[in-house]
Nanobody, 117 residues
Framework: QVQLVESGGGLVQSGGSLRLSCVAS????????MGWHRQAPGKERELVALIDGNGGTTYADSVKGRFAISGDIGKQMWGLQMNDLKPDDTAVYYC???????????WGEGTLVTVSS
């Protein structure tokens, strides 16, 4: 089993920055991809950013150029630097990992990011 704990959410004004962090504990090996999803009120959960075991990254079009994902598999942690935040970025952000060694994914409980206009 793997447990994921997010931190770093909060309230920020439009144009501001926040950094989210996720720390994993447990049987953490065989990482395929790790990253972040978000769910805004009344909307479905959506991909924000992913990083794979080779360091390759994927971003939602809406955050390209503003968000940056980084990760350290050895330290079992990854982060999301969010710059130039907009009110549309308001959501609960969930950290995520897919372990090919277990053939399943894990999710954190989420951290709320609120961007005021």
């Amino acid at each position: 089993q793997v447990q994921l704990v997010e931190s770093g959410g909060g309230l920020v004004q439009s144009g501001g920055s926040l950094r989210l962090s996720c720390v994993a504990s447990g049987r953490f090996f065989g990482v395929h991809k790790m990253g972040w999803h978000r769910q805004a009120p009344g909307k479905e959960r959506e991909l924000v950013a992913l990083i794979d075991g080779n360091g390759g990254t994927t971003y939602a079009d809406s955050v390209k150029g503003r968000f940056a994902i980084s990760g350290d598999i050895g330290k079992q942690m990854w982060g999301l630097q969010m710059n130039d935040l907009k009110p549309d970025d308001t959501a609960v952000y969930y950290c995520y990992v897919y372990l090919w060694s277990q053939g399943r994914d894990y999710w954190g409980e989420g951290t709320l990011v609120t961007v005021s206009s």
